[in-house]
């Protein structure tokens, strides 16, 4: 069965004048990948995905498979036409992935019921590992521990992105030890880390790539002294990479770095001037 642990970053699309940059982005994807990060997830919320059509969102994937081992390598498929997602899901899963991340239906609500079938419909249909993404911030309807239990018995769902906010069902989750936990909400890294889960999909960890994943090595080892302090050094950069929009800070860093032209699709804008002033100012 599949494991996925360490830093999986959450990986952005760079654009320059409206369109995808596939040379920025296969720098930016081998720049990650040789900073420490275990893999990249492409086409999630970081990715803007709801900005980039189908054909946009394969030439996304396949310039990162030009630069990074298909086993380093996530791809998101969201979507509330179960149909469509399901066409989607063949056209992605010619290529050799990792796995693929799938949150809950958007918008549509579904009841459990519907999750479940939902969720198993692609699980039958896929021949990649599937890591769920609880996160209803976003798909205005969450997960239930018993829901996710029962979907862990597909041997296909082998890992669950966690943002459901609901710290016992994160405990319950990693004593169950069933499914890898990977938080996706980065202010939790530590805390996830301490209960025992696996790792994370990190937005924030696109900049101080080695810092992220020096804080999982510590705390696999033990050494939660240093961990904890490694992990408070960052903590003034994930809350201004979280302080606006995700991904506007940040692009922006990334472009202070040069790595990337700061620019998103609307309706999301670049981060405010006063926040990009912080961002110069405030961080190392």
């Known amino acids: 069965m599949s494991t996925f642990s360490g830093v999986w970053v ?3 699309t760079p654009f320059r004048g409206g369109q995808v940059d596939v040379p920025a982005l296969r720098s930016l994807a081998t720049h990650l ?3 420490g990060a275990t893999g990249l997830v492409v086409c999630g919320t970081s990715g803007e995905a709801a900005a980039l059509d189908e054909r ?3 030439t996304v994937l396949d310039a990162v498979l030009e630069v990074v081992p298909a086993d380093r390598v996530v791809m998101g498929l969201s979507g509330n036409n179960q149909a469509a997602v399901l066409g989607r899901l063949q056209c992605i899963q010619r290529r050799p992935l990792a796995g693929i991340l799938v949150p809950a ?4 609500r579904p009841s459990q019921q519907g999750l479940l079938a939902f969720f198993q419909a692609i699980a039958d249909a896929s021949q990649l590992p599937i890591i769920l993404y609880d996160i209803p911030y976003r798909s205005a309807v969450s997960m239930e521990l018993e829901t996710i239990r029962q979907l862990a018995r597909h041997p296909r769902i082998v890992a669950i992105k966690d943002c459901g906010g609901d710290i016992r069902k994160t405990q319950m989750l990693i ?3 069933v ?4 938080t996706g909400e980065d202010e939790q890294i530590f805390a996830t880390l301490c209960l025992g889960g696996s790792g994370a999909i990190s937005a924030a960890a696109h900049i101080r790539t080695a810092d992220f994943v020096d804080v999982v090595a510590l705390l696999q080892q033990g050494n939660l002294q240093a961990g904890r302090e490694r992990f408070r050094q960052l903590l003034p950069w994930i809350r201004l990479a979280f302080s606006e929009p995700n991904p506007a ?3 922006a860093m990334l472009a202070t770095q040069g790595l990337i032209v700061d620019e998103l699709r609307e309706p999301m804008l670049r981060c405010s001037d006063a926040l990009r002033e912080r961002l110069c100012s405030e961080l190392p």
Not at 105 to 108: G, L, N
Not at 179 to 182: A, K, Y
């Open 10 to 12: 959450a990986l952005v």
């Open 249 to 251: 800070p940040v692009k």
């Open 33 to 35: 990948i040789e900073a």
């Open 105 to 108: 239906p958007y918008y549509v």
């Open 175 to 177: 004593e169950d030890a």
């Open 179 to 182: 499914l890898d936990v990977l």
């Open 56 to 58: 946009e969102q394969l």
